[in-house]
């Protein structure tokens, strides 16, 4: 069994800043990416950024310049930096794993934490 919690969601002020984590465990054979998606109310799931492994980073446009992704591959983790926040970064923010099991099974979707609130008001 696979399982990615990710943690640092709060409630923020317009120009603060956050930094989520994402935790992957259970039986990994290897981890290819792991990225961040977000998802507000009435919209549609998006990609905010990811990190594959030999390709480098890639972030949306709406956030380029003010969120920064990192991994740590001995730990199965990734990070987001978020500053520069704005009202309009509120959503709940969902990690995602794309990656081997020891069974050798790979969900083609990826696996998902539970995700985190992330809310941006003054």
């Known amino acids: 069994q696979v399982r990615l919690v990710e943690s640092g969601g709060g409630l923020v002020q317009p120009g603060g800043s956050l930094r989520l984590s994402c935790v992957a465990s259970?039986?990994?054979?290897?981890?290819?990416?792991m990225g961040w998606y977000r998802q507000a109310p009435g919209k549609q799931r998006e990609l905010v950024a990811d990190i594959i492994s030999g390709d480098g980073t890639n972030y949306a446009d709406s956030v380029k310049g003010r969120f920064t992704i990192s991994r740590d591959n001995a730990e199965n983790m990734v990070y987001l930096q978020m500053n520069s926040l704005k009202p309009e970064d509120t959503a709940v923010y969902y990690c995602?794993?794309?990656?081997?099991?020891?069974?050798?099974?790979?969900?083609?979707?990826?696996?998902w934490g539970q995700g985190t609130q992330v809310t941006v008001s003054s």
């Open positions: 995602n794993a794309d990656l081997i099991t020891g069974w050798g099974t790979r969900n083609p979707n990826g696996y």
């Open positions: 259970g039986n990994i054979f290897r981890v290819y990416g």
